[in-house]
C-alpha cells in the first residue's frame, strides 16, 4: 500500500510561484510514474504531468509547459510540482498520484489534495 501526502498549496497572486510536495510511503517508490493531477470548480480533473520512475523523463499538459516543472527525489519518497508564472486558470485542487503504467494513468494511488488558489 502507498500513502500520498501533499503539501504546499496557498494563495498566490497571478504571477507568482509555488511549488507543491508529494511525500510517500512505501517501499518501491523509485519504481513508480508519479502523477499530478488538478482538479477546478465544476470541472473534471484533468492531467498536468508526470515523471517516469527515475526522473529520466516528464511528461506536461500543454497548457503548463513552460511554467511547470515536475522533479523527484527518490532518497526522500518525495515528488515536487514546481509552479511559475501562475494564473488565475491554475486554479484548483491539486493531486498527485502513483502507480501507473503510463504517464497519463490510470493510477493506483492518490493523496488527498491540496488547493491551490491564484488570486488575479
Known amino acids: 500500500q502507498v500513502q500520498l501526502v501533499e503539501s504546499g498549496g496557498g494563495l498566490v497572486q497571478a504571477g507568482g510561484s509555488l511549488r507543491l510536495s508529494c511525500a510517500t510511503s512505501g517501499r518501491t517508490f523509485s519504481r513508480y510514474i508519479m502523477g499530478w493531477f488538478r482538479q477546478a470548480p465544476g470541472k473534471e480533473r484533468e492531467f498536468v504531468g508526470a515523471?517516469?520512475?527515475?526522473?529520466?523523463?516528464?511528461y506536461y499538459t500543454d497548457s503548463v509547459k513552460g511554467r511547470f516543472t515536475i522533479s523527484r527525489d527518490n532518497a526522500k519518497k518525495t515528488v515536487y510540482l514546481q509552479m511559475n508564472n501562475l494564473k488565475s486558470e491554475d486554479t484548483a485542487v491539486y493531486y498527485c498520484?502513483?502507480?501507473?503504467?503510463?504517464?497519463?494513468?490510470?493510477?493506483?494511488?492518490w493523496g488527498q489534495g491540496t488547493q491551490v488558489t491564484v488570486s488575479s
Open positions: 498520484a502513483a502507480g501507473a503504467a503510463t504517464p497519463e494513468g490510470p493510477y493506483d494511488y
Open positions: 515523471i517516469t520512475s527515475f526522473g529520466v523523463r516528464t
